[in-house]
Structure formats: C-alpha cells, structure tokens
C-alpha cells in the first residue's frame, strides 16, 4: 500500500505560476511511473503529465505542454508539478498516481492515487 499526499494547490491570477508536491509515504518507493491528472468541475478527469521514475522520461498531455514541468526528488520519494502561464481553463482538482506498469496517459495504470489538491486560476 502507498499513501499519496498533495499539496501546493491554491488560488492564482491567470498567467501566474505553482508548484505541485506530491510525497509517497511508503518507505522503500520503487514505482514504474507516477503521474498527475486532473479533473474540473462537471468534466473527467484527465491526463496531464507522466514521468518514468527510474530514467526521469516524461510525456505531457498537449494542452499543457510547454507550460508544465513534472520532475522527481527519487531521494525524497517526491513528484513534482511545476505549472506556469496559467490559465482559467487549468482550474482542477489535480491528482498524484502511481503506476507499476508503466507511465502512460490511461488512469487505469495506474495503482494508487492521491486525495487530491485544489488549483482555481482566476482571469
């Protein structure tokens, strides 16, 4: 069993900048993958970045590419989102997940997930 815990999520003017934590409790921490997703209100949740934990390979969802940065601290058992240029349409509640098969875009590799932090971007 791995606990999830999020955090860094708040309120920002559009064009602004935060960073998403993510700390997995388990002790000994060897996933395949983790990943963030999001979900706005009235809509799925989705995909938005993925980062392989032993080679540091990531992948981004295209609405956010180029804006989003996902890293790991492998020695602090940390995932990070570093979100810039915000937007309105970024408002979500962003989840942390980790995956044991791989680090890809479908929520179903993935095992275990975070409870979730809240990001509101305002215009």
């Known amino acids: 069993q791995v606990q999830l815990v999020e955090s860094g999520g708040g309120l920002v003017q559009a064009g602004g900048s935060l960073r998403l934590s993510c700390v997995a409790s388990?002790?000994?921490?060897?996933?395949?993958?983790m990943g963030w997703f999001r979900q706005a209100p009235g809509k799925e949740r989705e995909f938005v970045a993925a980062?392989?934990?032993?080679?540091?390979?990531?992948h981004y969802a295209d609405s956010v590419k180029d804006r989003f940065i996902i890293s790991r601290d492998s020695a602090k058992n940390t995932l990070y989102l570093q979100m810039n240029s915000l937007k309105p349409e970024d408002t979500a509640v962003y989840y942390c997940?980790?995956?044991?098969?791989?680090?890809?875009?479908?929520?179903?590799?993935?095992?275990?997930w975070g409870q979730g932090t809240q990001v509101t971007v305002s215009s």
């Open positions: 388990r002790r000994t921490f060897s996933p395949y993958g």
């Open positions: 980062i392989n934990w032993n080679d540091g390979n990531t």
């Open positions: 997940a980790v995956s044991p098969v791989g680090y890809g875009r479908s929520e179903w590799e993935y095992a275990y």
